[in-house]
């Protein structure tokens, strides 16, 4: 187990699900986990490098992962047990943010409702500079799921900085209007900058700006943040805590 710790951030490198079981009960105030989305083939569909699309931001390549590869029932007990840990670890008060696509969605959907997860919304992040389709027989995938839960029951205990996010205002987004609620829609393009890359790049890697909303929305100053999944393999994963 390698572990890194900086300031007020505890980087961890270890089994996914031993290290969450090694953690207490009600420990943190939010959790953004990206897990595996079991979407990777053995296709070779690709752009050549140095090839590149307007709006885009580079040359693309389909990422073919062996740790992305995952049979639904493998997929559905794997969610079960994270899903399930997560639940433990964050507070009644706090807030979990679920990434996924068309290939897990329905199954984390239904893991949270089997838990007891409540979901408070589900969130279409759409990606206006979405890569096109190049096998040109489907639609071009243009959006991710976000589901936004909470671990507190009938009782709704979790925090929402309403007045704030209400008043935002957020650049690029064209669905967001100061003095108006925030949609379920959120228009933020997927372009990374440079401070984003400038520890290297991974395929599914998402903007700073998409999870700023999240902890906009949900967090409180000085709570403690919990991130499963920062590496690329499913069962050996990184745990980033800032308390």
Known sequence: MNDFKHNRVDLSCQDTLSGMKNLPDNFFDVAIADPPYGVST??????????????????WKLATHSWDKLSGLENFEFTMCWLAELKRLVKPTGSIWLHSTYHNSGIINVACQILGLEIINEVVWYKRNAFPNLSCRRLTASHETILWVHTGGTHRQYYFNYEEVKAAVFENDNFKESGKQLRTVWDIPNNKDKTELKFGKHPTQKPLRLTERMLLISAKQDGRLFVPFMGQAQKLSRACVMV
């Open 42 to 59: 053995a296709s070779t569909w690709q752009i050549d490098q140095g090839h590149g699309l307007n709006g885009f931001g580079g040359a």
